[in-house]
């Protein structure tokens, strides 16, 4: 048997746009086998985690809290993988911003700022995690642009470097005195948290950045040369360099483009979320981005409803361990399949897929 | 500080076997990327593999049985990056990637009812007389099988690439796919026997961990061994042999964090861990500012291959 796959004649907005939903009906199925093989009943799951999810305030809040470092890492990746460039250390700039402007909240701890007022303080915090982030993804970027080192090793070889380095700030320098040896930081002051959107919620400000964050995007995508740029290097670099662009310093921008806003991600995380530094501070978001950033087909707007259904899964996974004592795991690995079966169905929204019997080629 | 011998052969065990899971998941690798197709997947492939081979063990009391799992694993996921990558000519990376996540949930589904158990490790090579030897009757004569076998491996490999016809079919798919397509060479069977034995090599490696390295399961046991890996055969400049060097000098600052616990260097634990990622970074550019980086890599590696009929 061989399979053969023949471009299709026409390119289809509504095939396009219809593919990552199939894909995520064929990684539901496929999850329900899995339930079922595991002894438990495909409805209930689907109810735990698809449903329920979205039935209550309370976890549709935790769905906006979850989806908002998704889509934030996710838009920036958007740009990196348009261009081309491999930026899979999202999870590691993440967490220098989370470092760098959860550093500022540990300063500023106990109100030692109160001479000159804290007004300053969160939006000083929030531009040290771009900066953080940026700075971050400019070691793989750089190495790229001058040296040609794949970008895909290095950035990936910098989460772990991340992580190594922010577990020994927290169980080192920047340990809480009296935190009774936990690792753990002091908490930060209210002046460096972002504040809740209502009283008795959980929904923070940093959650707002998502939405922020997709509109400007998709603006950069459609209005601007930048966006144009970006997508002529990835898609045919060639012309871009006959067509006099400068593709070092599109690679560049991307990178820092994609590090800013993890590193946003990460500060927003810190700040609004956690309200302290930990050993910690990233359930794979930087890993589950790319998930998203496939899912939403490198559109902004699609990267926004990628990053809602991913965070869906993940509530809906937390819910499941306790309400059917599936594993947590269950999630990750069905994260897996989404991406694959989104891979397939983009490839079998341009091609046709031909089945033929007897010799392979 | 004093040098004693005895100690030194300890230190070089620890190092060679360190060394033996990145090497024949490099080899595996090697053999894919030398078919054109980058498989990023090693990590996933390599984690499922420790976990299916620790479980196959310890359900049927089995190392070698164990190790036929793991192996078998490996295949299986690397099966599903082949029908991604070579049946839908999906983009390689991203798919690479899937994998990689994908493998990281399975393990730990398959691994989490063996958590906390152990299994004795792997036997060792014994021969009386050679493998009591001073200085050198470990480390040559009493290593575990897998060590063996990754050196056969090598050998083997090493030749079969450089040395025979089939060889030197799967290097030119790798190098001009078109071309090979056109005087009817089957590109994608042979990619798909390559992508497969890499992934049974990553299985394999991921086997060695838990059934040699360390006697049991435990969640992200490969600790980037694979990303490791991938950047070993691009250190390696896709050849078998420079893949065993690299591997030794990994496994040597793998070793490094012990050596330096044991002499009471001052050094935060976390540092030491991230030794080896740095390093991987640090050769890379080495190597990139040597260039022998392009002369080197298959020309058709990670671009996707559509038979025209």
């Not at chain 1, 009943?41 to 305030?57: C, E, G, R």
Request: charge should be neutral.
């Amino acid at each position: 048997m061989r399979i053969d796959l023949e471009a299709r004649p026409a390119r289809s907005t509504l095939r396009e746009i219809l593919s990552p939903v199939a894909a995520l009906l064929v990684a539901i199925l496929i999850g329900g086998v899995v339930v079922a093989i595991m002894g438990r009943s495909p409805l209930t799951a689907f109810q735990v985690y698809f449903v329920d999810p979205l039935s209550q305030f309370y976890s549709l809040q935790a769905i906006a809290v979850k989806a908002s470092p998704l889509i934030l890492i996710a838009v920036g990746l958007a740009f990196c993988y348009r261009a081309n460039l491999w930026n899979i250390g999202a999870e590691g700039q993440f967490i220098a911003g989370g470092a760098l402007g959860g550093w500022l909240g540990l300063l500023t701890h106990d109100g030692a700022y109160q001479a000159i007022g804290g007004w300053w303080i969160l939006p000083a915090m929030m531009i040290l995690g771009v900066v953080g982030g940026i700075l971050y993804a400019m070691i793989p970027a750089m190495l790229r642009v001058w040296l040609n080192v794949s970008e895909i090793l290095t950035s990936l070889m910098l989460v772990y470097v991340a992580q190594l380095g922010l577990d020994w700030l927290v169980r080192g320098p920047w340990k809480d005195p009296q935190g009774f040896n936990f690792p753990v930081t002091v908490n930060f002051d209210p002046e460096a948290s972002l504040p809740i959107l209502f009283e008795g919620g959980t929904l923070h400000l940093g959650t707002l950045f998502a939405p922020v964050a997709v509109i400007i995007a998709a603006i950069v995508f459609s209005k601007t040369i930048f966006g144009f740029e970006v997508r002529l290097v990835g898609s045919s670099p060639k012309a871009a360099r006959f067509g006099g662009f400068d593709d070092k310093r599109i690679a560049l921008a991307a990178f820092a483009i994609s590090g800013g806003l993890a590193g946003l991600a990460g500060v927003a995380e810190v700040s609004g979320k956690i309200g302290q530094v930990l050993t910690t501070i990233s359930p794979g978001y930087g890993f589950s981005a790319i998930i998203v950033a496939f899912l939403g087909r490198l559109s902004p707007v699609g990267i926004f409803i990628g990053g809602l259904v991913l965070a869906v899964t993940f509530v809906g996974g937390e819910d499941a361990q306790i309400a059917l004592q599936l594993p947590g795991d269950l999630t990750l690995a069905f994260q897996g399949v989404l991406l694959i079966c989104v891979l397939a169905a983009d490839v079998l929204s341009h091609y046709r897929l031909r089945l033929r019997l007897g010799a392979v080629s | 500080m004093s040098f004693d011998p005895q100690q030194i052969q300890d230190v070089l065990v620890i190092v060679v076997t360190a060394a033996t899971p990145l090497l024949i998941a490099a080899v595996g690798e090697l053999v894919s990327e030398r078919a054109g197709v980058l498989n990023l997947g090693v990590e996933g492939m390599m984690i499922v593999g420790a976990a299916t081979g620790f479980a196959a063990a310890y359900l049927t009391d089995s190392t070698m049985l164990g190790v036929i799992a793991g192996i078998l694993a490996g295949a299986v996921l690397a099966s599903i990056f082949a029908f991604l990558t070579l049946g839908l000519a999906a983009n390689q990376v991203a798919s690479g990637l899937a994998l990689t996540i994908l493998g990281r949930g399975v393990a730990n589904l398959i691994g989490s009812s063996f958590v906390g158990l152990k299994r004795t490790p792997a036997p060792h090579l014994y021969i009386p007389g050679l493998s009591d030897l001073p200085m050198v009757g470990k480390l040559i004569f009493g290593q575990d099988f897998f060590v063996y076998f990754a050196l056969l491996l090598t050998g083997a490999v090493a030749y079969w690439l450089m040395r025979t016809r089939s060889g030197l079919t799967l290097r030119a798919v790798g190098d001009n796919h078109s071309s090979g397509h056109s005087l009817g060479v089957p590109v994608r069977r042979i990619r798909l026997l390559a992508v497969l034995f890499g992934g049974g090599c990553a299985g394999l490696a991921g086997s060695y961990l838990s059934l040699a390295y360390t006697p049991f399961w435990s969640p992200d046991m490969t600790a980037g061994r694979g990303w490791i890996a991938l950047a070993l055969v691009v250190f390696a400049s896709w050849k078998p042999w420079r893949a065993l060097a690299g591997a030794l000098l990994f496994g040597g600052v793998s070793v490094l964090q012990l050596v330096f616990q044991t002499w009471g260097v001052p050094i935060a634990p976390q540092f030491l861990a991230a030794l080896p990622y740095l390093t991987t970074i640090a050769v890379l550019v080495v190597l990139s500012i040597r260039d022998i980086r392009g002369a080197a890599a298959p020309a058709s590696l990670g671009i996707p291959f559509i038979p025209d009929r």
